[in-house]
């Protein structure tokens, strides 16, 4: 694994035309190592879908840049799963093989859609929104990217489909090392495979890093209410005389607290509560 | 020589405990019951993802750290093989024997099934306090 970045962002924003439309994206720094794979997490209208489609290069930058490979290296699945609805899924695959010549894997693209419980001469528009999102995953991973882009892939999945896709996604980037920056709400999904963290609020980065690293950086406290300087304050709730605080710490901490490394949850809903209210 | 695959994770993600110490638990276990022998292949790190829908860095982790600890070597190319084994408690010891006529016995006194797992645990502790565990 090198650690090149896969994906970078200088000075990146984006602003859709219209009136009282603000940016998208603004400011946005930071550079993602190859073979990461990347949890893009951030409220509803953070940013997420637009810094998917400018890295898949859908969308031009409105200032600053965005590096990305070329387009024959990178695979973007996008929130509604466009495919042809009236292609069978044997040729919506055929389809993924005559567009990436030279490169295309048939058989990890029919082991995605093996599984879904459907013949491959099922015509798209008769599979169900899980189905097709096994048909989606099977056109970007055949292409045997090296930057694999999902915008919401296991939204529409059940436990078990979104568990099983999730296997052949981790299987891919150990087998082939690909990198894979996906977007999700759902947080269990995200904690155990993703090992990159880029949280967007308001068409910011708000926390961007290594998950094993942002954990080690942040601690978890109960005790007695207290001065917490001079850590950096993430959350903090004070009952009667009981404080609870996640903070990222400067230094050891000492005090009459108990501490904890916070979870991948932890972490997250510390950061989406406290900047909730803060402007966009 | 090809075996198939000797071991699968449970991944628990509620447990609190580190997926890769999860891993590395497992094979020790594996490894004290006799069901993991030297020359045995571990699971790829392929096969463990796509089980478990874990990061595959995890599962690397694991196996270096039981490569620390001596218990495996990765061979180039081949995989992860198990070097040596741990305790002297395999599946059929007479160790095991004992062990099961002095469970069946508690049941017969009528010992709940935790009565006995806090018997056991207390007993343990009494004999191996200060022990890694």
Redesign the interface.
Known sequence: MTEDPALTAEGLGKKYGGRGRGWALRGCDFALPAGR?CALVGPNGAGKSTLLALAAGLLRPTEGTIGAPAREHLAYVAQDKPLHPRLSVADTLRMGRELNPGRWDSALAKRVVEGGGFSSDTLVRHLSGGQRTRVALALALGKRPGLLLLDEPMADLDPLAR??L??????D???HGTTVVMSSHIL?EL?????HLLLLHGGRVRLDGAVDELLAAHTLLTGPVADLAPHTVVESRATGRQLTALIRHEGPVEGPWETSEPSLEDLLLAHLRTTEGAPA | MVKGIVLEYRIDRRSGVATYLQIVQQTKQALRMGLLEPGDRLPTAREVVEATAINPNTVLKAYRELEREGLVEARRGLGTFVRATLGTGPADSPLRGELTDWARRARAAGLEREDVAALFTSVLKEHFEGDDT
Request: aromatic share 0%; with cysteine.
């Open positions: 794979i568990h099983q999730m296997g052949v996604l981790m299987a980037a150990a087998e269990t904690e155990g495979a993703c090992d």
